[in-house]
């Protein structure tokens, strides 16, 4: 059993200090706003909104995530990964499948990014594996109106391992409620009704994916990565990640690269492009990148497990009245969530 939380959470009162640690990418603590009044919620959200618009990268701590849930699903993880490459294979996406459930890929994130040269990028595939779990897929789910393509609903693939289905559920669970919370606070920050978000996102399409970064036992070619440089595509990513070496960093205002912290049953929290639009470019949706290990450990394997929150269907994202004005008239077209994560699959992993 792998321990990953051998540290306690930071304990505080609902009137404590809410940036834990400040900075480019600062830790804050959720708990006086899950559990506290308006004005505890308000601080917390104004905390959040000024990250949002400098780095759109924070680091949660106080989130209320049960550590049992984390640890469960990182070991699933870790147990399905370990599996021989033919029992991997089995569950591969179908190449129909816009969102890539099951075992991924090959592709590159860096493809994805509008200014990309997509052959060139795909041409270096990232060095990663990864397992997606969406409960479009689950059977019954009635989220996707009839104008959504079959593809999305396919149904998920699981692995025959002992409760790996059951930790994926019980985690993804536990981050739709976390999620709504955020866009709660991140109504707030905006200055917008606290459930302005909620029917945007009551139906999301969430992929629950995990990154497997294997060891490197052969230096990667130049300009390949672990996962090269990108933007997330929704409304929010919620990311556990381990301390292995070769990490992730994100870029900071001079072009240079950050290692995000990695702090103990912490969650990062960044924006995606979406929220970039929702908010006319007043919040940022920041590139980043996996690092490969420096040679010394490139033995180690590292894995990730983000929640990339994704508003409903059919949600068109269009400026928020709150960030425009005469002087800052709308900056993009609307867009149908659906239709703009479906372009970036394609882009990305070529389906
Ligand atoms: O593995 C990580 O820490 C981040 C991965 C990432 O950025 C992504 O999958 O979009
Ligand atoms: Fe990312």
Redesign the pocket.
Known sequence: MTTLIDHPMPQHGPRSPITVVDGYVPVIDLASALGGDAADRRAVADAIGETCETSGFLVVVGHGVPAETLTRMYDATREFFALPQEQKEALRSDARDPLMRGFGRKGS?AASNADATVEEERARPDL?ETFTYNRLGDPGDTSLPPTAGAGLRLPNKWPALPGFEDAYRAYYARMEDLAVEIMRLFALALRLPEDWFDAKVDRHMTNL?A?Y?PAQPVAPDPGQL??GV?S?WGSL?L?Y?DDAPG??QVRDKNGDWLD?PVIPGSF?VNIGDLMAIWTNDTWVSTV???VNPPREFSHRE?F?M?F?HQPNFDTLIECIPTCTGPDTPPKYAPVLSGEYIMDKFRRAYDL
């Open positions: 994130l990663s994916t990154n970064y672990r996962k990108h997330d990513t990311l990640q990490g992730l995000v990062v980043h990148r996996v590292r990730s983000p990339f």
